[in-house]
């Protein structure tokens, strides 16, 4: 699997092309600090393939998406977060999503946030 899109700054933080701040990885997924943060503990879990976003995800998908989900409590404890996190995936246009590469923003951290 894994194919990578040579435009997509996502893809260059997986080939380690782009520097970026990491807390998880493993073969299929990337958990990085997101650069612009909205709370105190601001990740992106990503899937190392290039897949765009949710609009384009498949049941071939559903097994590296699920274990984004159920690693993020796992993350949010080794990141001092132990009083609740928001999970938000921000889909196309008007979803709001920048990057085209699908991404899980996970935030936790005391209030106030700057955003969410
Ligand atoms: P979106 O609006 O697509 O859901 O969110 C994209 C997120 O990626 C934003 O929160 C933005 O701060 C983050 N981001 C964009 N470029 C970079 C980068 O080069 N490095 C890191 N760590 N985060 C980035
Ligand atoms: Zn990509």
Known sequence: M?????NCIF???????IPAKKVYEDEDILAFHDIAPWAPVHILLIPKQHIVSMA???????????RMMTLVPT????LGV?????QVINTGHDGHQEVMHLHMHVMGGPRPWSRG
């Open 11 to 17: 893809c260059k933080i997986i080939a380690g092309q």
């Open 82 to 86: 132990s009083n609740g996190f928001r």
């Open 2 to 6: 894994s194919h990578a899109d040579p």
């Open 75 to 78: 993350l949010m404890t080794q």
């Open 56 to 66: 384009e995800v498949t049941a071939a998908e559903a097994a590296v998406l699920g």
